[in-house]
């Protein structure tokens, strides 16, 4: 596979003493900076709070939780920007693909606007190419193998140019070997593009395979 050329000059996510709460109970609490490129991994059992404070990063946390803190990239600060204006990639358990779109089409929504439909077909195709699926643009994503709907979903983030990621549980529901061969391309892609990236997750060889620092949370 031949990769695509990482963009420049990235920031470090910050997350500044942000504790979220319910009610009078304290869910998180979480001080931590996290370079360009690499993944800082929130590990717990369900019902600590891991998918609630990436919720709060990414800006759509539920009103029925109360969160302080800032979450900055590098100067930026996103506390108070709405979800679409964060730039942040969000990776999930599913791929979550739009069914009524082409794979190609999967993958050109995310993309900035501009560009010309002609170039914007040709981001395309490389980034099929890139991940092993030269070819696949116009396939109906229902075709699709779980490995390949996967990459798909990694790639349409990827072109969405964010400025960093967040991981939640994304390999969970792939067999065995498809999770290791998801997490080798996810990882590598995160530290090619020196996107800092916050993963939430209950399984520790996800951890060890990110080679960041891990968070316990009980």
Same mark, same amino acid.
């Given at each position: 596979?031949?990769?695509?050329?990482?963009?420049?000059?990235?920031?470090?996510?910050?997350?500044?003493?942000?504790?979220?709460?319910?009610?009078?109970?304290?869910?998180?609490?979480?001080?931590?900076?996290?370079?360009?490129?690499?993944?800082?991994?929130?590990?717990?059992?369900?019902?600590?709070?891991?998918?609630?404070?990436?919720?709060?990063?990414?800006?759509?946390l539920a009103p029925v939780f109360h969160a302080t803190g800032r979450i900055r990239l590098g100067d930026d600060d996103l506390?108070? !920007?709405?979800?679409?204006? $964060?730039? *942040?990639?969000?990776?999930?358990?599913?791929? +979550? &693909?739009?069914?009524?779109? /082409?794979?190609?089409?999967?993958?050109?929504?995310?993309?900035p606007a501009g560009g010309g439909r002609r170039r914007r077909r040709r981001a395309v195709e490389a980034a099929l190419a890139?991940?092993?699926?030269?070819?696949?643009?116009?396939?109906?994503?229902?075709?699709?193998?779980?490995?390949?709907?996967? !990459?798909?979903?990694?790639? $349409?983030? *990827?072109?969405?140019?964010?400025?960093?990621? +967040? &991981?939640?549980?994304?390999? /969970?529901?792939?067999?065995?070997?498809?999770?290791?061969?998801?997490?080798?391309?996810?990882?590598?892609?995160?530290?090619?593009?020196?996107?800092?990236?916050?993963?939430?997750?209950?399984?520790?060889?996800?951890?060890?395979?990110?080679?960041?620092?891990?968070?316990?949370?009980?």
């Open positions: 596979m031949t990769q695509t050329t990482p963009p420049t000059a990235r920031s470090p996510l910050i997350l500044e003493e942000v504790i979220i709460r319910h009610g009078e109970q304290t869910l998180v609490a979480v001080d931590a900076r996290i370079p360009p490129g690499e993944v800082l991994t929130l590990m717990g059992p369900s019902g600590v709070g891991k998918s609630t404070l990436l919720a709060q990063v990414a800006g759509f506390s108070r !920007r709405p979800p679409e204006r $964060r730039r *942040l990639g969000l990776l999930f358990q599913d791929p +979550l &693909l739009f069914p009524h779109l /082409s794979v190609g089409g999967n993958l050109a929504f995310g993309m890139d991940i092993g699926l030269a070819g696949f643009a116009d396939r109906d994503p229902a075709t699709l193998s779980g490995g390949q709907r996967a !990459r798909v979903a990694l790639m $349409r983030v *990827l072109l969405a140019e964010p400025r960093a990621m +967040l &991981l939640d549980e994304p390999f /969970s529901k792939l067999d065995a070997a498809l999770r290791d061969e998801m997490r080798r391309l996810v990882f590598a892609r995160i530290r090619a593009r020196g996107l800092p990236t916050l993963m939430v997750t209950h399984d520790r060889d996800d951890a060890v395979a990110a080679g960041g620092r891990v968070i316990e949370l009980a």
